[in-house]
T-cell receptor, first 113, second 115 residues
Framework: GQNIDQPTEMTATEGAIVQINCTYQ??????LFWYQQHAGEAPTFLSYNVLDGLEEKGRFSSFLSRSKGYSYLLLKELQMKDSASYLC??????????????FGTGTKLQVIP | DSGVTQTPKHLITATGQRVTLRCSPRSGDLSVYWYQQSLDQGLQFLIQ???????AKGNILERFSAQQFPDLHSELNLSSLELGDSALYFC??????????????FGPGTRLLVL
């Protein structure tokens, strides 16, 4: 099976940097996703990592260490609109031999002035 | 706009009733996923279809069923509804349903309220 762990809530200040961690256990790891979800809205894709290292995309970066089962999402120059839940999702081997994506419960980030 | 459409946007019904939620995937996507998200809860994977066939099953109740039609749209049927079924139901689609660097694109969701 798959198990994903991320903090429930975080608070950070506008203009600052925040790091949201995600640890996971899965069989047949084949990629890790980060999604952003504003309250009551659909999740939107932020990043994808399958190899170790850092992927940078504007103000957002995502890091992966496969050996440690660990990822983080780094948000720089925080803006008020970044207040949202951030979902870590892992793709691994599901039953029947097919790939399956499992979502964590999300980290609710509040950005304060 | 992700290109995934879901209808209806809102649905209010009574306990014991049956409802059908509809999803049209992005053009060219063969895989459809259904998720349930209760208030302040994470996304719970329900079921996945690929090109008309069931591919993976999550925590889907026996009262719930789904199918994917030849035109690739999908329907999620919820029956004998209970108060606890009140939630946001999301549909997502992807090109194949498991290949590398494949992203799921989410529809706007259907908000179901069972009274």
């Amino acid at each position: 099976g798959q198990n994903i762990d991320q903090p429930t809530e975080m608070t950070a200040t506008e203009g600052a940097i925040v790091q949201i961690n995600c640890t996971y256990q899965t069989s047949g790891f084949n990629g890790l996703f980060w999604y952003q979800q504003h309250a009551g809205e659909a999740p939107t894709f932020l990043s994808y990592n399958v190899l170790d290292g850092l992927e940078e995309k504007g103000r957002f970066s995502s890091f992966l260490s496969r050996s440690k089962g660990y990822s983080y999402l780094l948000l720089k120059e925080l803006q008020m609109k970044d207040s949202a839940s951030y979902l870590c999702a892992v793709r691994g081997l599901g039953s029947g031999g097919y790939q399956k994506v499992t979502f964590g419960t999300g980290t609710k980030l509040q950005v304060i002035p | 706009d992700s290109g995934v459409t879901q209808t209806p946007k809102h649905l209010i019904t009574a306990t014991g009733q049956r409802v059908t939620l509809r999803c049209s995937p992005r053009s060219g996507d063969l895989s459809v996923y259904w998720y349930q998200q209760s208030l302040d809860q994470g996304l719970q994977f329900l079921i996945q279809y690929y090109n008309g066939e069931e591919r993976a099953k999550g925590n889907i109740l026996e009262r719930f069923s789904a199918q994917q039609f030849p035109d690739l749209h999908s329907e999620l049927n919820l029956s004998s509804l209970e108060l606890g079924d009140s939630a946001l139901y999301f549909c997502a689609s992807s090109v194949e349903g498991g290949s590398n660097q494949e992203t799921q694109y989410f529809g706007p969701g259907t908000r179901l309220l069972v009274l």
